[in-house]
């Protein structure tokens, strides 16, 4: 339908670092046709950069429920949230987060062992109180989040429960027209008077 937003690279990005990918190259291709996914990409190489140290280690072990939603990728089943937790050198921690759905979702998230009494996303700083390990936030739509921890202490495998209220009807995929095109039209080319622009400068469907 049309090429991606700045916030959705960041998005499908964070979804292959949760997924189990180490590093990111990309290769250089005309699609990247906006200020606004040049600006992601930026902010996404300097952001791995300074993460490589817990990406390229031993994550620890982790076991994280979703509510609603289970994570059974074979089966093509993730929940409207997806996390991952790693660990720095140092023993600090960072949990990765990604919603993947259009509109906002809160979280309420529990992590056994949690010691901290402030939440701080590693990029965007300071974001509110910490309860015995507890801590509510909100994402916005295709919104990530790099939540840093000084102190788990866990007794083998970290705990972790995630709760996701979402906060709108848009789900996880944006309505299109089929390959068909608008059945039933005297012009059935989607979009053919260019007027409709996810991606300003960018028509739908060309």
């Known amino acids: ?13 964070y979804l292959a670092l949760i997924h189990g990918t180490r590093g990111i190259i990309y290769f250089t291709h005309d699609w990247v046709a906006t200020v606004e996914q040049w600006e992601a990409l930026q902010t996404l190489a300097a952001r791995i950069k300074v993460m490589t140290p817990a990406l390229v280690g031993l994550d620890p072990e982790q076991a994280i429920t979703y509510t609603p939603g289970v994570w059974a990728p074979l089966r093509d ?7 991952r937790l790693m660990r720095f050198p140092d023993g600090r921690y960072v949990l990765l987060a990604a919603n993947v759905r259009i509109s906002p979702v809160a979280l309420d998230i529990k992590v056994d062992g949690l ?12 974001l509110g109180a910490i309860n015995a390990g507890a801590f509510t ?3 916005p739509g295709r919104g ?3 939540y840093v921890f000084d102190k788990i202490d866990a007794d083998g495998v970290v705990r972790i429960e995630t709760q996701i209220k979402t906060l709108g009807d848009a789900g996880t995929i944006e309505p299109s027209y ?19 622009e996810t991606i300003p400068g960018w028509p739908d469907y060309y």
Do not use: H, W, Y
């Open 137 to 139: 936030d909100t994402l």
């Open 1 to 13: 339908k049309r090429i991606i937003s700045g916030a959705e690279q960041i998005c499908q990005t």
């Open 77 to 83: 089943e993730l929940p409207d949230v997806q996390c």
């Open 115 to 126: 010691q901290d009494d402030r939440l701080r996303d590693l990029f965007d700083g300071e």
């Open 178 to 196: 089929s390959n068909e095109g608008r059945v039933g039209m005297k012009n059935i080319l989607p979009n053919p008077s260019f007027e409709d």
């Open 144 to 146: 990530v989040r790099s």
